[in-house]
């Protein structure tokens, strides 16, 4: 069984690119930088693609705003001037700014102490 599922958590490395096309889709793009420890340090920059994003998240998005990204690994190919090129990008079902505070919760205080209402 195949299986291509990503899950960053990141910093935009830059301001989202919203392009709208001729069909009425829209496109978003942005560079995402994902730290790594082990097995040595290492700052990776991952390009990331949004068909049709939800632009009231898309807007929030700044340089430098702590990203979870989740979709997909897709490799594209195109022919340069210098040959057969390729390039790997995620592609995303979903983003969501983590730099925001939650959402308040409830006050009711039974919501506490009902495990079955757990967060």
Avoid: K
């Avoid at 291509?4 to 496109?27: H, K, Q, S």
């Avoid at 340069?80 to 592609?91: H, K, L, P, Q, T």
């Amino acid at each position: 069984m195949d299986l291509n599922i990503v899950v960053l958590a990141g910093r935009a490395a830059t301001v989202p690119e919203i392009r709208p096309l001729p069909d009425g889709r829209v496109y978003a793009r942005c560079l995402v930088t994902v730290r790594s420890e082990h097995p040595r340090h290492r700052l990776d920059v991952v390009p990331v693609h949004w068909w049709d994003p939800d632009l009231s998240v898309i807007v929030r998005i700044r340089s430098g705003s702590n990203l979870w990204v989740a979709g997909n690994v897709q490799r594209r190919f195109w022919d340069g001037a210098d040959g057969r090129r390729s390039r790997i990008e995620v592609v995303a079902h979903d983003i969501q700014v983590a730099d925001e505070p939650p959402a308040p919760r409830s006050a009711d205080p039974s919501s506490a102490s009902d495990p079955s209402r757990a967060d």
